[in-house]
């Protein structure tokens, strides 16, 4: 597993989001997520909604994922897609 996977997996399951991730060691991810589907949602749901762009990897190939999940307005100009 690498980074440009897990970014490919939640830019197909939330094809309106802004994806970065990063995670060196191919277990470890850290990513930030900025949506306009997360306007109104508190923190769980958002994470919860990327979650499921993954599926089964998570606990199992990917073994964490650190999460930032924001709106546009939230990130600030030029953040958001």
Sequence with gaps: MDSSTVQSL?????P???VEVHGPDGVHF???VVSPAFAGKLP????R???ATLGELMGGAIHALSLRTLTPEEAGPGAGG
């Design 16 to 18: 309106d989001a802004k």
């Design 49 to 51: 909604m990327v979650y």
């Design 44 to 47: 769980l749901a958002r994470h």
């Design 10 to 14: 939640i830019q197909r399951g939330m």
């Design 30 to 32: 850290e990513a930030l």
